[in-house]
């Protein structure tokens, strides 16, 4: 561990001395101070008093020390100062063999969403792709985008006291509007027909920057500021999980209680007015139209009101 990512790891434990902190790391006075100044320069904010100390105040950095304070689970992380997209990198690195790395950027130049939408990813959101090898049927791999859903709900509800509902199947909303968007690709083994790697890639709106109308962000919604490499770590901790979720499908019925499609009119494609019903155990929306009842398992439905 470098000496910056130590002195993180002591400020996470609390107020301490300059002095102090120098004895108990071996070090000097001067090198705990150019420490604490490249960690403000990073963007961790530090405050220090006289006779007190130094103090952390916020670790809104995309360091590698603030996501591993907050990791409960093994992960790689893989942090770039930009990106075309995560998703790009991360399928590199599933080809070179990686498993459990997270790929992590400030912003994204070409961002993707689904259906070859350009995703919107200015600075100052989460943008994340997960690399893992679940080994799953690839039939069920519509599960791993729904799975990933239901992670993200939970932590912006961990990290906030929002309330987070999914849009079927790959966009979690918080106040009717959209906050996250979720983009899964993956590879699969030819003789087994598994899926050999999934790459999980999430944008989550974190600070109070310019949206789209139809969007929003979880410091706009809830009036505080979120550590974006905390809310990572909630969600990379719970795609830990992915392959034990998927095989047994014991997500679905929270996934079905936070739909804000089921019991609504929808539209299939933009075009087909329709009535979604519910949701199956692979994951399919169930909707009803002109008397037929259709399973969709791909498309796109926007809710009217």
């Known amino acids: 561990m470098e000496l910056t990512d130590r002195v993180l790891a002591r400020l996470y434990a609390g107020e301490v001395s300059g002095e102090r902190l120098a004895t108990e790391l071996g070090v000097s006075r001067t090198a705990v101070w150019k420490c604490v100044n490249r960690l403000k320069e990073q963007g961790v904010v530090i405050g220090s008093a006289a006779n007190r100390g130094y103090r952390l105040i916020s670790d809104d950095a995309l360091l590698g020390g603030v996501l591993a304070h907050h990791l409960r689970t093994d992960w790689q992380a893989v942090i770039t100062e930009s990106a075309t997209s995560t998703n790009d990198v991360a399928k590199r690195l599933a080809g070179e063999g990686a498993d ?39 039939t069920d791999s519509g599960l791993v985008t729904a799975y990933a859903a239901v992670c993200v709900a939970r932590a912006i509800e961990r990290l906030t006291d929002l309330q987070a509902e999914i849009k079927w199947v790959n966009d979690v909303f918080v106040s009717g509007r959209k ?30 920057v310019p949206l789209p109308e139809v969007a929003t962000s979880l410091e706009r919604e809830s009036g505080k500021r979120v550590s974006r490499l905390a809310l990572a770590a909630e969600i990379l901790d719970g795609l830990a999980a992915l392959r034990e979720e998927t095989i047994s499908r014991a997500f679905l019925d ?47 439905v926007s809710v009217t009101l």
């Open 100 to 138: 459990r790395v997270a790929v992590i950027a400030p912003s994204q130049s070409a961002g993707r969403g689904r259906l070859d939408r350009a995703f919107v990813s200015p600075p100052g959101g989460l943008y994340m792709s997960a690399v893992l090898r679940p080994h799953i049927p690839a």
């Open 179 to 208: 906050v996250c968007g979720i983009l899964t690709e993956g590879g699969v083994g030819m003789e087994g027909g598994t899926l050999d790697y999934a790459v999980v890639g999430i944008g989550v709106n974190v600070a109070d």
């Open 254 to 300: 929270e996934y079905r209680s936070r739909s804000c499609v089921i019991g609504r009119d929808v539209l299939i494609g933009g075009r087909t007015p329709a009535h979604a019903v519910g949701i199956d155990d692979d994951c399919a929306l169930i909707v009803t139209h002109d008397g037929v009842t259709e399973r969709l398992t791909a498309g796109e």
